[in-house]
């Protein structure tokens, strides 16, 4: 499923909308999404940002170091809510995330940092192949 149905899950649930209530209005070209596959995707999205939550935070503070922090009541509650804010100010700011979803971006993340994790860390075997070094 796109990316772009995904995020927008994420954020009618920030927003405080169920998911059975996200499952009976959200109809993409596959169909109608059941809640049990919202749930799936949010489950494995909340993981995926668990994984990825330092570098996130790095390029975003990184991209934008004099980001508004809301204070307050205005002030968001969840990790999530933040992100999304952000997001949407890198997307004003910088030219080259002016097209990303947050989510691609996390899944792109992710899937450099894992290959980069198995294929070149020296110290793991790699399809069976001894590593260059022992760790101790």
Do not use: C
Not at 80 to 108: H, K, S
């Amino acid at each position: 499923m796109a990316w772009e149905v995904k995020e927008e899950v994420i954020r009618q649930q920030l927003s405080g909308v169920s998911l059975v209530k996200i499952a009976e209005t959200q109809v993409t070209s596959a169909g109608k999404l059941s809640e049990k596959t919202l749930w799936r995707w949010s489950k494995a999205i909340r993981e995926d940002l668990k994984d990825a939550s330092s570098e996130v935070w790095m390029t975003i503070l990184e991209s934008l170091p004099h980001v508004e922090i809301p204070v307050g009541s205005s002030k968001p509650d969840q990790e999530w809510a933040w992100l999304f804010r952000l997001w949407d100010q890198m997307r004003v700011n910088i030219a080259q995330y002016r097209f990303r979803d947050l989510l691609t971006w996390i899944y792109q993340l992710k899937r450099s940092t894992t290959v980069a994790g198995s294929s070149l860390n020296p110290t793991k075997a790699v399809h069976g192949v001894a590593p260059l070094f022992q760790s101790e």
